[in-house]
């Protein structure tokens, strides 16, 4: 069976459990928090040297890391991978946006506000990285005012990736009622069959 090393707080390990419900795969879980120190144990390195969840151990023993990596691996086949060459790399496109534009803002600032808490070394970070999730978040719905979804007018992985750590912005200050595209694509993310909840 699957392994799955997780985090419940985890929008990053959300995206692996979201497709693996939706393809309807079993996968045993093995939480893990991410702030304890629990993640660089010399027995959790063997899995992923990088010390960070989510990472998976397929049923033959290897491990895999990184979770757009992950959602690759099991979506290639499937309706999740589009068949087509430009919206491959469109689905790309979309992850690399989150992994370097949208998750080091959006994501941080939500772990900061909503789990560790403002600190003195975090508080003067804040609006730099505040600016930055908003500016994500500009980009997005300006392309979900034209598109359903953000490749090929139908939901792939490009749509989880983005949507794990959006649908949870708010929780670290993040106004989205200011976006009425992406909250109309929150609603139709949800609404897909297998759908789970980051708390599930």
Request: a negative charge; proline letters at 6%; glycine letters at 8%.
């Amino acid at each position: 069976m699957l392994t799955l090393y997780d985090s419940a707080i985890s929008g990053n390990a959300y995206k692996v459990r979201l497709l693996l419900s939706q393809l309807g795969l079993s996968f045993r879980r093995v939480e893990k928090n991410v702030d304890d120190g629990s993640t660089r144990t010399p027995e959790f390195l063997k899995v992923n040297p990088i010390g960070k969840v989510p990472a998976i151990v397929l049923e033959d023993g290897t491990p895999l890391a990184e979770s757009d990596a992950i959602l690759y691996y099991f979506a290639e086949g499937t309706p999740f991978w589009p068949a087509q060459k430009l919206e491959r790399a469109q689905v790309l496109q979309w992850m690399f946006f989150e992994q370097y534009s949208h998750e080091p803002t959006i994501a941080v600032v939500r772990h900061w506000v909503a789990h560790l808490g403002k600190t003195a070394e975090t508080e003067p970070l804040l609006p730099v990285k505040t600016a930055g999730g908003y500016r994500a978040l500009d980009v997005m719905e300006g392309h979900l005012a034209r598109h359903e979804y953000f490749v090929g007018h139908r939901y792939t992985i490009a749509d989880i990736a983005l949507y794990a750590y959006t649908h949870v912005a708010h929780e670290g200050g993040f106004d989205l009622g200011r976006y009425p595209a992406i909250q109309a694509w929150l609603a139709r993310v949800a609404a897909q069959p297998g759908h789970i909840r980051i708390t599930d």
